[in-house]
């Protein structure tokens, strides 16, 4: 299991503190104190650790392998969740997880990208990067919301679209200017929440919707640090130079106003408390549903077209 | 293509050395090998519009640093001067073969045609104006994708150039691409593969990913012809191929059986 760097000093306490756990449960010696005072120690490491992350500690976050996935939300939020499959022309991506189920006081529609958590799993799921096929079931999602006035809800944690030459050739590129296009002629509400990476036109292929919101160690980038590097500066290793370029943390999104909401996590990221990050998750859509909800089938479909219409910084020229 | 003299080019492909005069009145294809090289965008509306047609609008937009990105402000110049415009596409009004159309050309000559906000913006603009006067949307696409120096404004644009084709399908107006080389990433994966019809140049470089990035992320080498606009066809993302001298009769009757009404 990868631990990332930052994150040591906080891992070496967490292992003391479960030792002396063990110790009291094993042979009933008294510890309380020194337990106590560990765990301070820690919460003031945490606090001092993710009071100045820097961008690229966001992106190791954001691909932290503990971090909760698409599927860890909808169990730990929804009330119930019935997974359906297939894009009806052949091929059912497992990339991407879609189907219908109940959030608080709603119905809807939920498509997401799901990673694995172990190595097969991992590649069973295509690391999540979705190939034509998910991005064509996502579309037969959005479809379905429509006809039957569901809310749609889509859940974002992909490095990237399939780049690979099958992807091509059964028209990758296609596949997300089309599932951007169906989301823009929906005329029932869609939110779209970036829970880890929001990689390029993998992400905004599901992200065209009336709201978006970012978790707070989320990142959401026109291209991986990575490939920046090598761009700019011929140097992958320069990723995290290229992180604080790309300016891809969801603060960063918010001042530029591309998002409209970042959902808080736990002390020390989502993946220390799956729970409360689910609840604050599940409270942050049931507040932008019941706003959307108040609206017209056709004031949603404006709307988003001027969500994303006014996106964009220019200059006029003086004639 | 490199110039020999003032009288001689070679061809970037076969290397011929072809006499100018003749290669320009073929539009810079080559005689003998027949590759496309890439045009300019004006050269592009000089072969395509009809004389003296073409009006451009939006031209007062100019890009800005909307992150303080390394550098972009020095490459924003340098492109300017370097391609003599001051961004990645040229957008108007003009008449191809007396059909009105709103057309818009991409120049990979200022910064390989990447799309940032004023791309962006010129080309919601094309689709609103078609909107507005009923007129069909001709795009030209020549791009390397999205303009990494804009971050995530310029990943937002995919969105928005999308939006602005779903907007337009109100219109009942046709919409054309043409692919012409390179035809990449972000604009290939936004409103470029909407079109009501797709053409494309012989030979053009159409894809998704960097041929190496695609090659890594596959089992077995990728086919000859990978993201070339012939590979494109073969797998259905394309219409139809078209030599460039073809390409002005083809809009023009494309335009004429779209919006002629059914009875002749």
Known sequence: MTIFDFEKPINELESAIQELRQLVAEKGIDRTREIAELEAQRERLLRQIFSHLRPWDKVLLARHPKRPYALDYIRLMCESFVELHGDRLGFDDPAIVAGVGKLGAYRLVIVG??????????????????????YRKAMRMFQLAEKFRLPVLTLVDTPAADPGVESESRGISE???RSMLTLFELTVPTVSVILGEGGSGGAIALAATNRVLMLEHAIYSVIPPEGCAAILWRDPNRAPEAANALKLTAEEALRLKLIDLIVPEPLGAAHRDPQTTALSVRSAILQQLDELSQMEPEALREHRYQRFRQMGVFQTAAP | MASASDQWVQCAKCKKILFK?????????CPSCGHHHRLRARERIAFTVDPNSFVETDA????ADPLGFPEYADKLAKGAQSAGENEAIITGIATIEGHRVVLGVMDFAFMGGSMGSVVGEKVVRCFERGLEQSLPVILFCASGGARMQEGLVSLMQMAKTTAGVARFQQARQPYIAVFTDPT????LASFASLADVILAEPGALVGFAGQRVAAQASVGKPPANFQTAEFQMEHGMIDLIVPRKQIRPTLAYLLDIFTGGARV
């Open chain 1, 175 to 177: 596949a997300i200017a």
């Open chain 1, 113 to 134: 990208q799901q990673k694995g958590r172990d190595l097969k799993e991992r590649q069973r799921r295509n690391f999540g990067m979705a190939k034509p096929e998910g």
């Open chain 2, 60 to 63: 007062d937009l100019r890009p």
């Open chain 2, 184 to 187: 990449m990433a972000g604009v």
């Open chain 2, 21 to 29: 005069p003749d290669f320009e009145q073929a539009m810079r294809v």
